[in-house]
């Protein structure tokens, strides 16, 4: 089973800063990588997919990079609206194997 | 705009067998894998295991022997059974959509609360 690690696991940051998240897999995922953001009560909500490619109705401030075993998830600028918790999630070994998740980074305000 | 809607018993007895049922409205459950997310209170996100519209599953290891995943595609629902329940088992119970190939989850269900307690 492929692990995913995150971190920081807690992020502080103002409105308006800039946010870097990081989330590493045990194995290779290739780009087989989505971000996803959860607010209190809510479920997932899908950002990112393909390590990079931003979902229907994503704002532009929301970045991802990365491939193989190192991701990024950037927010340029801090919206009221961004602090949540972010998970990483690799689907690399579709269609047989095991998605898995990382433990999430929550972005709170500093 | 495709919705998911989870439903069940939202308290179940240990030992005995947690049933979902996820309803997609606003769009066919054809062509699509269904898939079977839990998330513990305050915890992270585990996949449970996925439904493809023809019947074809895939189930996590760790949850295997105890899990079934059928699809009704005449309701546009699919279901999760999951057997002989602990504490551990208490969650939010989430369906997600993800289409054929290495696609994410980019539909999800509102989740329900189970609550494995005698």
């Known amino acids: 089973e492929i692990v995913m690690t995150q971190s920081p696991a807690t992020l502080s940051v103002s409105p308006g800063e800039r946010a870097t998240l990081s989330c590493r897999a045990s194995?290779?995922?290739?780009?087989?990588l989505a971000w996803y953001q959860q607010k209190p009560g809510q479920a997932p909500r899908l950002l990112i997919y393909?390590?990079?490619t931003r979902a229907t109705g994503i704002p532009a401030r929301f970045s991802g990079s990365g491939s193989g075993t190192e991701f990024t998830l950037t927010i340029s600028s801090l919206q009221s609206e961004d602090f949540a918790i972010y998970y990483c999630?690799?689907?690399?070994?579709?269609?047989?194997?095991?998605?898995?998740f990382g433990p999430g980074t929550k972005v709170d305000i500093k | 705009q495709v919705e998911l809607q989870e439903s069940g018993p939202g308290l179940v007895k240990p030992s005995e067998t947690l049933s979902l049922t996820c309803t997609v409205s606003?769009?066919?459950?054809?062509?699509?894998?269904w898939s079977w997310i839990r998330q513990p209170p305050g915890k992270g996100l585990e996949w449970i295991g996925y439904?493809?519209?023809?019947?074809?599953?895939n189930y996590n290891p760790s949850l295997k022997s105890r899990i079934t995943i059928s699809v009704d595609t005449s309701k546009n629902q699919c279901s999760l059974r999951l057997s002989s329940v602990t504490a551990a088992d208490t969650a939010v119970y989430y369906c997600?959509?993800?289409?054929?190939?290495?696609?994410?989850?980019?539909?999800w269900g509102q989740g329900t609360l189970v609550t494995v307690s005698s």
């Open positions: 606003g769009g066919s459950i054809s062509s699509y894998y």
């Open positions: 999630q690799q689907y690399s070994n579709w269609p047989r194997g095991v998605f898995t």
């Open positions: 393909g390590a990079s």
């Open positions: 997600a959509r993800h289409s054929y190939g290495y696609n994410p989850f980019d539909y």
């Open positions: 439904i493809y519209y023809s019947g074809s599953t």
């Open positions: 194995q290779s995922v290739s780009s087989y």
